[in-house]
Structure formats: C-alpha cells, structure tokens
C-alpha cells in the first residue's frame, strides 16, 4: 500500500498548511496545531471516520514556513517524529515558504475574513489553510498576508455565524475534501450552511 501511494504522489491533489504564525500563539496553542495537523495525516491516511479509503481520495498535505515556526515545529518533531514520517509519504514537510515552492496562479488561500467567496472547487488549485490556533480571540492575519503575496483569498459561501462552527484546520480539511469528492455539493449559500451544520452534528456524535 505504502508504495502505491508513493507511485501516486505526482498526481494527487494538494493542501498546505501555513505554519507561520507562531509569534501570535501560546505554546499551548502551538501544541494544539500540532495535534491537529496530525488528526489530518491520520484523517488523510485512513479516511475521515477510520475507513479505509481508496488512493483517489488522497490529499499530498504540505507544511509549509517551518523555518518561521518554533513551538509548532518541536511539538511536530516530538509527536510525528523521523519514525512515523516514512509512513505517511503524501504528508511533506517544507522550511520554506510556500511561495518559493508553488506556483502563485495556483495557490489560493482559505480565510474567513476573505471578500472573495469560494463559488466552486477548482481542482487545478493548491489550497493553503493557515495554521491559526486562537483561543482568545479571532484574529484576522492571513488578508493582510495574501495582499502582501499577491495570491487569491476566499472564503466559503456561509453565514457568519456557520463560519464560527468551523472551530478547527480539521473542519476546514474535512470540508474541503467534501466539495472535492462529492459532486452533489452546490456552492450555495443555503446548501454550504445546512452542509457545515451536518458535520458539526457529526463532531459533536464522535
């Protein structure tokens, strides 16, 4: 199995994560990304709920900017260390910034303070989730940043108020392989709503 998903990283689509916020975090909150990153790999590895799932529905999951972490980066080192890494080949880690390794065209990055709304899946694009972890209050970092780079922002089509359900980078993944692999989503703004409700419901189950 482990070389068939070798075989297949080429063609796989792709998510990053932005690790680079780690002045704005308290340790703890840097240690609770790291849990959550790994919740993903696990997620990406053996499917949403703990099936097995075929190789089609495989991210490559990039981390990005660790030469800008600290906390993030040892607590990653300490609970995904060199042993386990070889065994999640479509997780990449990167000291670099994604803009030196992806093409700016492609790259569109996922913030709930975004003026564009996400209006479809484009599956030519590498979406990047910030590696944000506030437990004391949302703080709006990744527009600046995105003007600064000159790369696309947006948002997804629901009310402020669903925004706020979406509590974590596993929500957001979690949703993201939702508008990939199931055709019958609609970017609607009733539709993107009653979605991100269903999966709170299913959270809160587990």
Not at 15 to 33: A, G, H, P, Q, T
């Amino acid at each position: 199995m482990r070389r068939r998903h070798l075989s297949l990283a080429p063609f796989l689509p792709n998510i990053i994560f932005d690790v680079s916020f780690d002045d704005y975090m308290s340790r703890l909150e840097c240690k609770n990304l790291a849990e959550q990153l790994i919740r993903i790999f696990n997620f990406n590895k053996f499917g949403l709920f703990g099936n097995n799932r075929t190789n089609l529905d495989l991210f490559n999951l990039h981390v990005t900017n660790l030469q800008s972490s600290g906390h993030t980066r040892t607590f990653l080192d300490g609970l995904f260390g060199a042993k386990t890494r070889p065994y999640y080949p479509t997780v990449h880690f990167h000291d670099r910034p994604f803009t030196e390794l992806f093409e700016k065209k492609h790259l569109i990055y996922m913030s709930p303070h975004a003026s564009e709304v996400m209006t479809e899946y484009d599956h030519n694009a590498f979406y990047i989730i910030g590696g944000i972890v506030d437990r004391r209050e949302v703080i709006e970092l990744t527009p600046d940043k995105c003007n600064q780079l000159g790369i696309r922002s947006v948002r997804l089509p629901i009310e402020l108020l669903v925004w706020n359900e979406v509590q974590s980078l596993c929500d957001v993944f979690k949703l993201l392989h939702e508008f990939k692999y199931n055709s019958s989503v609609k970017f609607e703004q009733k539709s993107m709503s009653a979605l991100v409700q269903k999966h709170m419901q299913n959270k809160k189950r587990r």
